[in-house]
């Protein structure tokens, strides 16, 4: 029964991928080609491990159905992901899409980006990401309306940056980035050596090994993005942290104590965009920030424990900035510098300075802003 289903379902997964190709327009802007070209190398792809599933003979022998299944399953996921992802983002581009991809190039352009600018789509459910693989990045449907977290994109431009693609023209930042990964490991694993030495509790050990863990799972990708972020649209990002970890953030000193985490905490991510900042010259809106970060943090009754203090150390943080910094700067990005007040970037950092002028008229204001940022 296993072989007649999975050959049943095979032809019909053959019409949904016919289907997908379908659902993709054929009058959409150009900047929509690049996404549209890898979904359909993704349905190609797809459709020829399928027709190995249907007709290679070692997979047919009776021996290896479970093999087959389980590679018939592997289609399907990959077919799902990139229905509710790649396809999606096209069969349902608006004009607040069309916006935000010609905002999203206009960045890329402004900081010589290395790599083609990824599609934008206002399909998240939750916050900014970005899809590497497909070159597309998810915002919140309403996001491009407004302006506190735009910086953010620069963000998620710079993950597409850390993914290995034989591309000299960014190995030096991927370089400076598996180097910063070997200082934290190397770190931790001498304080997993110190801890056992004084035959610690389990307890410490298992944290460091959640740790060591947490820099290759997702912590550096992390700072090394933040740290992009801030070398390309300056202030505004870090003003951008500030906010959203306080919209949605919790205890900004909390650190795993027995499995990895993917993001580091906040005021350790915070920490190192104060270092990047001052590394590219705005050392007085570092103060400003600091010093509102710490207010705010007291105001909410959060402290930080040993275990951060641990983790974190602040010379292994101020050398995670230095080395992004040189990685950028070897890449030829161009680094921010708020002269060009036409910029994207400049706008962004604008929208900050209206907000502390006045918190609580900003919103009557960014209406004005945000043509402003879009008309370019």
Known sequence: MIDEYISGSAAQLVERSRKLIALIPRDLPRIYDGLSHRCRQEIAAALAALRLVSEDQTLLAPQNRSTRLRAFRRIVGDL???????????????SDDHRLNQLVARIASEIRYPLPAPTCTTLSHDYFYINPQLGLMFLPLAEGHF?????????????????????????????QYAQAIALCLQYTRSEISRLERGKSPEGSRIALRAWESSWVRGWMAEFFCDLFAVFTVGPAFAWSHLHLSL??????????????????PDNARMSVLL??????????????????WRSCISRVCYKSQPDYHVCFPKGLLSRIAEMAFIGAKDININLVTLGDVKTVASKLNKAWELFWQDPAQFSVREKALMTEIFEG
């Open 80 to 94: 799902d992901s990139l229905e509710s992802t790649g396809i999606a983002a096209l069969s349902r581009a608006h």
């Open 147 to 175: 302006s506190l977290h735009l910086p953010d994109i620069y963000h998620e431009l710079a993950h597409p940056l850390l993914i290995p693609q034989h591309d000299p023209l960014i190995e030096p930042f991927q370089d």
């Open 247 to 264: 919209k949605r953030g919790g205890d900004p000193f909390q650190v795993p104590a027995y499995s990895a985490s993917s993001h580091p």
């Open 275 to 292: 270092n990047g900042l001052q590394l590219c010259g705005f050392a007085n809106e570092a103060s400003r920030i600091q010093e509102m």
